[in-house]
């Protein structure tokens, strides 16, 4: 699944990803490959991203690591859309 994660500032992730946890307005939930298509807000809380990528140089600073192929953003509120194994997720 192809995830991009767009904050004000500029996109700061984008690229293969195996799941996304991120803190949804009705409750935290996964997105996993082939999931439904989606729209939710997000409310203030922890995204984590499990990919064998990392995020670019220039962006690390935005997350933390949580183990080799788990990393953390955090976000006060957003938007995400999953649509045919594409993930985007709005942040602020």
Do not use: C, W
């Given at each position: 699944?192809y995830l991009?994660?767009?904050?004000p500032?500029?996109?700061?992730?984008?690229?293969?990803v195996?799941?996304?946890?991120?803190?949804?307005?009705?409750?935290?939930?996964?997105?996993?490959?082939?999931?439904?298509?989606?729209?939710?807000?997000?409310?203030?809380?922890?995204?984590?991203?499990?990919a064998?990528?990392?995020?670019?140089?220039?962006f690390?600073?935005f997350f933390?690591?949580?183990?080799?192929e788990?990393?953390?953003?955090?976000i006060?509120?957003?938007?995400?859309q999953v649509?045919?194994?594409?993930?985007?997720?709005?942040s602020d």
């Amino acid at each position: 699944m192809y995830l991009e994660i767009i904050s004000p500032e500029a996109i700061i992730f984008k690229g293969e990803v195996d799941s996304v946890s991120v803190p949804g307005a009705n409750g935290d939930f996964q997105v996993l490959n082939d999931h439904a298509p989606i729209i939710s807000t997000l409310k203030e809380g922890t995204v984590k991203i499990n990919a064998k990528i990392k995020p670019k140089e220039s962006f690390e600073n935005f997350f933390t690591r949580e183990n080799k192929e788990t990393f953390l953003y955090k976000i006060k509120s957003g938007v995400i859309q999953v649509r045919k194994n594409k993930l985007v997720l709005l942040s602020d």
